[in-house]
């Protein structure tokens, strides 16, 4: 079964910390991994897009990294703000046949930063 | 500015009461989607449109209904909407459906409350 796991389910860090969000995917076929930011109550932003010869790719403080060996992503994020309390979602793209890719989303990590 | 809106932003209706949420993007995208988000999981896709009057079922279909006779709307429609209707939808387009490069925008969401 297509499923994307993101761990941890919420996590809480001081501004100005680093931290780093997990992202364990088991989709096949693959096509790209997509990290997006939601703040409460809007629509997911699109972070990053990485197709499978790409391991790492990097958006302002967000870095979000690939390993299509292990099928694990993580999102670092540096010198956090509090404007970075959102929730950060994992979607994995399968390609399927007849031009059509199938987006398979994780349920989120809830970040807080707190002054 | 390329956006995607819905209309309305929150919604509370009784069970069996038509309604239907509108959707439009001004980008010129030929793919458009609906998910539901609900508490602890990924967003889940409800339908999709690969174009103007192509329209098929995402993985939960169930109790929805949608059209697109435009290239700009796209609306969902409950024709007899029921508690378990009750989540945070959002409309989403692209050029393509998920391919590497493609980003996906999201509208803000409506949250739809049945009772």
């Known amino acids: 079964k297509n499923q994307v796991e993101q761990s941890p389910q919420s996590l809480i860090i001081l501004e100005g910390k680093n931290c780093t969000l997990q992202?364990?995917?088991?989709?096949?076929?693959?096509?790209?991994l997509r990290w997006y930011k939601q703040d409460t109550g809007r629509g997911p932003v699109s972070l990053t897009i990485m197709t499978f010869s790409e391991n790492t790719k990097s958006n302002g403080r967000y870095t979000a990294t690939l390993d299509a060996d292990t099928k694990q992503s993580s999102l670092h994020i540096t010198a956090s703000q509090l404007s970075d309390s959102a929730s950060y979602i994992c979607v994995v793209s399968s390609d399927f046949s007849g031009g059509y890719n199938k987006l398979i989303f994780g349920a989120g990590t809830r970040l807080a930063v707190h002054p | 500015e390329a956006q995607v809106t819905q209309n309305p932003r929150y919604l509370i209706t009784v069970t069996g009461k038509k309604l239907t949420v509108t959707c439009s993007q001004n980008m010129n995208h030929e793919y458009m989607s609906w998910y539901r988000q609900d508490p602890g999981l990924g967003l889940r896709q409800i339908y999709y449109s690969m174009n103007v009057e192509v329209t098929d079922k995402g993985d939960v279909p169930e109790g929805y209904k949608v059209s697109r006779k435009e290239k700009r709307n796209f609306p969902l429609i409950l024709e007899s909407p029921s508690p378990n209707q009750t989540s945070l939808y959002f409309c989403?387009?692209?050029?393509?459906?998920?391919?590497?490069?493609?980003?996906?925008?999201f509208g803000p969401g409506t949250r739809l409350t049945v009772l």
């Open positions: 992202c364990n995917y088991t989709v096949s076929p693959f096509s790209n």
């Open positions: 989403a387009s692209s050029l393509t459906p998920g391919l590497a490069g493609e980003w996906q925008y």
